[in-house]
């Protein structure tokens, strides 16, 4: 009886402790665009494309490359490989997620935000 | 109006029968026949209310009543009618309704076959109504607009789409039908039943987990044939809201079938009934109440939801803990198993496994909010919930390996033999299709090899259970399911082969095993399908991805080309029309020839617009074909807000304009593009992948979800 729980126990810890491990380790903090610069693994940052600037299209990376301002102000240069979200143009922020290489903010996923589908604009038409 | 007083009524007689259901289940008297039970008068009042406002928000969509909030922002005057059906649930309010009458209607059906236990039942779901109905009062759907506007905005071009019809309404079916193990744990644990009483929710139980799952299966079907980034589960926040609660429910039906067999699991199955309702109530709130905001693609912005969903959420959960803490020390305890090798443990093994997973999906999920806690908060990628959950799924598919060998009362060798025949055909058989499919390396090869053993086990007593009655079958089947539904999983997500390749008009790419040449655009029904021929060996097909606009959105649809070992996906990335043009530098008073004209630079010509500090240079430009001469004067506007160039068409339709300009030294750069649309050098940029397996993976769960019907068929039927 008393070996079951010792087993229990035994692999509880173990999982316990290689769960705990992968969490810290994929880990990416949300922060601004200065620390990004800092940081050493992927991080996240909450920003809005600036408007003023093109979305294009690279071809000779195979890269969609736009601006990003995020809230403190700071913009940066965002390289994104992989498949443009469907409403990039229209939503009011996004996410980046990756790191800076060589001072361009490179791009793994970006999360584009539904817009209004569950906000209430009604204020807008009173 | 009328859709106001009806959720009005349902909300009052909501109130009302709840109260009277309680007081009965509260008094020790028996109900005496002839006395009108009030309490179903008003539980019938409160159906009719609900439909009442529902039916008139549909008629109001239908008949395009614009001054209605919600039919404005949901549609407009050109919506085909099956998206102005499935407008009901595009927004916040409808969905609520739609959930609030989808619970109306389980009453019923939950009178017809429930007496005993009803009148405890019924004041916690007309409490959840009640928090539902709440929330309609405050926000309701129609709200109304003045002036009345013409027409709606419309629906949000991602929902337009069969799949995305249909996967709301289900996974509120399912939300539905779990409100009914919630009551019925609480009203077993008021009136001490938990063993007969309680056992009563199974097939309910079932039925709830069916839909929600079919829902979840749905809405990665939707993703992957939809989105374009050629993935079916994002673990994304919002994705895993739902997918908790199905991970916990799993455990409630599996514990409660234990229940019904041998009386185990008494503690944990009432504790999972209550939690997965209440996870579910957490679902909504983290993807409607702004919490996750910033944390993820699907979650909404914050309204005044968020106070509203949080007392909902805390509200169930005391209740719900509170009745379990007060009987707790009548409930029959677990007493320790015998053997190690068992059915029971095999059992409790699925529980732990399945709880363990939905704690450290909702860890995962709500990790930006716990790190922010204390910190700064941070997500986790995807690779936490990979690592976490595959040992996890590991081991569950041990356990369905070996687990319908060991049988409650005794072990039978026929099936062994059965099984050993049956596994020497298909796992040789299944272990070829999956490397042909691409399977290649030896550890996936091995895990291949498992979950095709535990195919082979189930599908074993899938069949001769199946001989002796089809209704007995359904576990077996749905196992199959899950079997094949993993198979496609090892394959699709780890074997899954990309390329982004750009493709010039008639020249052949290869790539990932494929031959791909773009032919051209094929104009049809206002979209622009991008037609890529691809060769794979001998077979060639057209593959028509397509960029179409949606409203003033350009919005992309992948083709995929499917076959049984694998899926081929072209996601459109880019398509650009690139000039050939021809940069040249001129300084003043130099002659260029280029083909079969000469360009003479005359000089500089400064203007300034009178009302602003826009200066406009132009290069007077002297250009000479045969014996054709014409002045030309490409301009470029400097201000403050830019560069802005004014290019010259010139007489053989080519257009010349400024690149540059050095004043002080009296050069200008200029451009020379061909206005020839034939010359323009098309470049198609595609992502090309292939999905191994996912015709599996589509095949394990419709079996997975026909395997859990004919389970809950047989269960309310018994």
Redesign the interface.
């Known amino acids: 009886?008393k070996n079951?729980w010792i087993i229990g126990v035994i692999v509880i810890l173990i999982?316990g402790g290689?769960?705990f491990y992968?969490?810290s380790s994929?880990?990416?903090?949300?922060?601004t665009l200065d620390e990004a610069a800092k940081a050493s693994g992927?991080v996240?940052v909450?920003g809005t494309i600036v408007e003023e600037k093109e979305i294009s299209?690279d071809?000779e990376t195979?890269r969609?490359e736009f601006y990003l301002v995020d809230e403190e102000g700071t913009v940066t240069a965002v390289s994104y490989?992989?498949?443009?979200p469907?409403?990039l143009?229209?939503s009011e922020?996004i996410?980046i997620?990756g790191q800076y290489i060589n001072g361009i903010f490179h791009a793994e996923k970006l999360?584009?935000?539904?817009p209004?589908?569950?906000?209430?604009?009604?204020e807008d038409?009173l | 109006m009328i859709g106001n007083l009806g959720i009005l009524l349902a909300f009052v007689s909501a109130l009302l029968s709840g109260i009277l259901y309680f007081r009965q289940a509260n008094s020790q008297l028996p109900s005496a026949a002839g006395i009108k039970n009030y309490a179903l008068i008003f539980y019938h009042l409160h159906v009719f209310g609900v439909t009442v406002a529902s039916v008139y928000l549909f008629y109001a969509m239908l008949t395009h009543q614009f001054q209605y909030y919600y039919v404005y922002a949901h549609s407009n005057l050109s919506l085909p009618f099956k998206y102005l059906v499935s407008a009901f649930w595009a927004g916040q309010e409808g969905t609520f309704l739609l959930w609030a009458l989808f619970v109306a209607l389980t009453g019923y059906l939950l009178m017809k076959r429930e007496k005993e236990l009803l009148p405890a039942i019924m004041p916690f779901i007309l409490l959840g109504q009640l928090f539902l109905l709440l929330f309609l009062i405050l926000e309701t759907p129609f709200f109304p607009l003045m002036p009345v506007p013409l027409d709606g905005m419309g629906l949000n071009p991602l929902l337009m789409d069969p799949w995305m019809v249909i996967h709301p309404p289900i996974v509120f079916v399912g939300y539905a039908l779990l409100t009914v193990p919630f009551a019925y744990a609480v009203a077993a644990l008021w009136k001490k039943d938990w063993d007969k009483g309680f056992m009563r929710v199974l097939p309910w139980a079932g039925a709830g987990w069916l839909f929600l799952g079919a829902g979840i299966f749905l809405g990665g079907a939707w993703a992957y044939r939809v989105l374009g980034w050629g993935g079916y589960w994002g673990w994304d926040p919002v994705e895993n809201a739902s997918l908790i609660p199905w991970l916990t429910a799993t455990a409630m039906v599996h514990g409660l079938i234990a229940q019904k067999q041998k009386g185990l699991f008494v503690k944990s199955n009432l504790l999972l009934s209550i939690i997965s309702y209440v996870l579910i109530i957490l679902a909504s709130f983290l993807t409607r109440s702004g919490v996750m905001a910033n944390y993820s693609v699907h979650a909404f912005a914050e309204t005044t939801l968020t106070y509203f969903l949080a007392v909902f959420f805390l509200g169930f959960l005391i209740i719900g803990l509170a009745f379990f803490f007060w009987r707790r020390k009548l409930l029959p305890g677990g007493e320790s198993s015998p053997s190690l090798l068992s059915r029971r443990t095999s059992f409790s093994i699925t529980l732990i496994v399945l709880c363990t997973s939905a704690s450290l999906v909702l860890l995962g999920t709500l990790s930006p909010v716990l790190t922010g806690l204390f910190g700064s908060p941070a997500g986790v990628s995807e690779s936490f919930y990979m690592q976490t959950n595959t040992p996890l799924f590991f081991i569950l598919f041990v356990v369905l390996t070996v687990c319908p060998f060991l049988a409650w009362n005794k072990n039978s060798a026929s099936e062994i033999f059965f099984s050993l025949k049956l596994a020497l055909i298909l796992l040789p058989l299944g272990m070829v299709v999956g490397y042909t499919a691409g399977i290649t390396s030896i550890p996936g090869l091995m895990i291949l090899a498992m979950f095709l053993l535990a195919l082979v086990i189930n599908l074993t007593y899938f069949i001769k259970i199946f001989k002796t009655g089809i209704k007995y079958s359904g576990g077996y089947l749905a196992h199959v399911g899950l079997a094949l539904m993993f198979i496609g999983i090892l394959g699709s997500t780890a074997y899954t082969e990309s390329k982004v390749i750009s493709l010039s008009p008639g020249q052949p790419v290869e790539a990932i095993g494929h031959e791909f040449t773009y032919l051209g655009i094929l104009n049809e029904d206002g979209n622009s399908y991008f037609q890529i021929q691809v060769r794979d060996g001998d077979e060639v097909f057209i593959a028509r991805p397509n960029i179409y606009m949606a409203g003033d959105r350009s919005m992309r649809s992948p083709d995929i080309k499917r076959t049984f070992l694998q899926d081929l996906y072209i996601s459109p990335l880019d398509y650009q029309v690139g000039e050939k043009g021809e940069y040249f530098v001129l300084a003043k008073g130099e002659t260029l020839e280029l083909g079969n004209s000469k360009f003479f630079f005359q000089g500089f010509i400064f203007k300034q617009h009178a009302n602003s500090d826009v200066i406009e240079v132009g290069a007077l430009l002297e250009i000479s074909t045969g014996d054709l001469v014409e002045e030309y004067l490409p301009a470029l506007e400097q201000g403050t807000g830019g560069r802005v160039s004014k290019p010259v068409t010139l007489g053989n339709g080519d257009v010349l304009s400024i690149d540059g300009i050095d004043a002080d030294l009296g050069l200008v750069r200029l451009l020379l593009e061909s206005g020839d649309c034939s010359d323009k050098d098309e470049i198609f940029t595609v992502e090309v992948k292939t999905k191994p397996l996912i015709s599996i993976l589509a095949l394990g769960t419709v079996l997975l979800v026909i395997g859990t019907g004919i389970a809950v068929w047989r269960r309310f039927t018994m």
């Open positions: 009886m079951k999982f290689f769960a992968s969490f994929s880990l990416s903090p949300y922060v992927q996240q909450l299209f071809l195979d969609l490989s992989g498949p443009r469907d409403n143009e229209e922020n996410v997620v999360l584009v935000k539904c209004s589908k569950y906000e209430t604009v009604k038409n």
